[in-house]
Structure formats: C-alpha cells, structure tokens
C-alpha cells in the first residue's frame, strides 16, 4: 500500500493563503486531495493524472492550484483566498502507478476562521 507523508495545514485566517505538500512512497498514476467538512463526507476536490490532465471541484477553481512532479513523487496544493466553507481535513490521495490502489493520507486540518 502506498505511503504518503503530508505537510502544511493549520489555523487560517479568511483571505489567506495556505500550502499542503504530500510525497508517496512510489511512483502515482495520479495524485490529488480529498477533503472532509464536519458533519459532511469525504469529497474529491482537486486531482492531477500522470500526463498532466488536472480535475478540480467548482468550489475550488481559480482558488486551489496543484503541482507535481512526477520523478519525486510529490504534489502539492496552493490554497489562495481561503474562505470559511474550506475549513475542512484535507487528505492527500491517489493511486498507485503499477496497480489500481487508491490510497489517502492521515489528513491535515486546514480551520479557517478570524
């Protein structure tokens, strides 16, 4: 099963900017990150595929942008312009390239509040 080692998140203030960084411990088909709101569920917001193609959830775009890079088995998000409603456990997440496991990080809270 695929390892993920996950950085970034804390207290934010609405407005501000905020970074998470997540490695795998092997080569990924793709990689992205999951969230969960309290008292919602588990939501894809953000993935980016292998060759580039990148998907993002309405809520975030033009506000989340992802990177990786593909030799060190890294992505991370950039979080612009953070409002209340992203207060959420962010979990990096993606599957395996030479396999179909899908695996998720422990997650990271990411409050965002005055």
């Keep these: 099963q695929v390892q993920f080692v996950e950085s ?4 934010v203030q609405p407005g501000r900017s905020l970074r998470l960084s997540c490695t795998a ?44 890079d ?18 959420a456990v962010y979990y990096c997440n993606g599957q395996d390239l030479n396999s179909d496991n899908e695996s998720w990080g422990q997650g990271t809270q990411v409050p965002v509040s005055s």
Excluded: C, H
């Design 8 to 11: 970034g998140g804390g207290l």
């Design 25 to 68: 411990s092997t080569s990924m088909y793709f990689m992205g990150w999951y969230r969960q709101a309290p008292g919602k569920e588990r939501e894809v917001i953000v993935r980016k595929f292998r060759g580039g193609s990148t998907f993002y959830k309405d809520a975030v775009k033009g506000r989340f942008t992802i990177s990786t």
């Design 70 to 87: 593909n030799a060190k088995n890294t992505a991370s998000l950039q979080m612009d312009n953070l409002k209340p409603e992203d207060t």
